[in-house]
Structure formats: structure tokens, C-alpha cells
């Protein structure tokens, strides 16, 4: 059984083995700097106490809430544990009243933009060479609420 809940510093390895597996972009140290300002918009989902996956969103400019990165342990993708991270905070996120969503993924990610195109997002834009590597990101946005 999958348990969603919030952060807790000792969530910390866990979060940056699976980072490092999917992505291995950000300083680790960043998650502690979320948990630190925005710790009701950091998730984490747990099967027998074991953390598999995670997200972390924060408001941005003019109260619009942003995912800055969803990820789940590679052994348990394809299960909905994305799924039910990204319902989590969407739901965070529409109680508090934001009117939408925003994030980022990679151009050439198609299985990423497929499944937040599933869960209601829709490409808003490019931004060309945004990652390290030069490779141009989707932004995509999430109407919360008409």
C-alpha cells in the first residue's frame, strides 16, 4: 500500500538516491532548502518504509503553483505512484485557492509530457536551451480552478 505524506528530514537520502537515478540535475541540497521554505508543498510516497518517489512544488509569482520536480524510484514506476504524487499537490495547491499550475519537462521527455498531458496540463511554451545540456524544456500549465 502506497502511503502519500509530507517530507521529513530524515526522508532526505532517500529523496536524493531517486534523484540521482532519474535525473541527477539538481544539488541535493536544494530539497533540504525546500523542505526548509515550502515544506507543506513536499510530498513523498512510501511503500513498507521505504520511500519510492516524490514532488516538490512551491507558489511563484503572482501565486501561481510551480512543480519543480516529480520523481518515482525506477522499480516503481508504472504503479501510479506519480499519479497520486501529482493529485496530492494539485490538490495542495487548489485548496489554497492557486489558480493554476506550472512546470517544466524536457522537449524530448514524451513519455513525461504525455503523462502530465493526462492529468490536465497543456503546453503553454519553449524555453529554448533551459537545461544544462542545452536541450530546450515544455512549459506546461494546469488550470486549478475557471
Not at 541535493?28 to 516524490?54: D, H, K, L, R
Not at 510551480?66 to 499537490?89: C, D, M, N, T, W
Not at 511554451?125 to 542545452?134: I, L, S, T
Request: glycine content about 8%.
Amino acid at each position: 500500500m502506497i502511503i502519500i505524506r509530507k517530507f521529513e528530514p530524515a526522508d532526505f537520502p532517500w529523496v536524493i538516491d531517486i534523484e540521482r537515478k532519474v535525473f541527477n540535475e539538481h544539488d541535493p541540497y536544494f530539497y533540504m532548502q525546500f523542505y526548509e521554505t515550502c515544506s507543506e508543498s513536499f510530498i513523498v510516497a512510501e511503500i513498507n518504509g521505504i520511500i519510492i518517489g516524490y514532488i516538490v512544488g512551491f507558489l511563484a509569482e503572482e501565486g501561481t503553483g510551480r512543480i519543480f520536480s516529480l520523481a518515482v524510484h525506477p522499480a516503481y514506476q508504472y504503479r501510479g505512484v506519480g499519479s497520486a504524487l501529482l493529485k496530492e499537490i494539485i490538490g495542495i495547491f487548489s485548496r489554497a485557492g492557486v489558480p493554476a499550475i506550472i512546470l517544466e519537462v524536457r522537449a524530448g521527455n514524451t513519455r513525461a509530457r504525455r503523462f502530465y498531458e493526462k492529468h490536465g496540463f497543456h503546453q503553454t511554451g519553449v524555453a529554448e536551451q533551459y537545461y544544462n545540456d542545452g536541450e530546450d524544456a515544455c512549459l506546461m500549465r494546469l488550470k486549478t480552478r475557471s
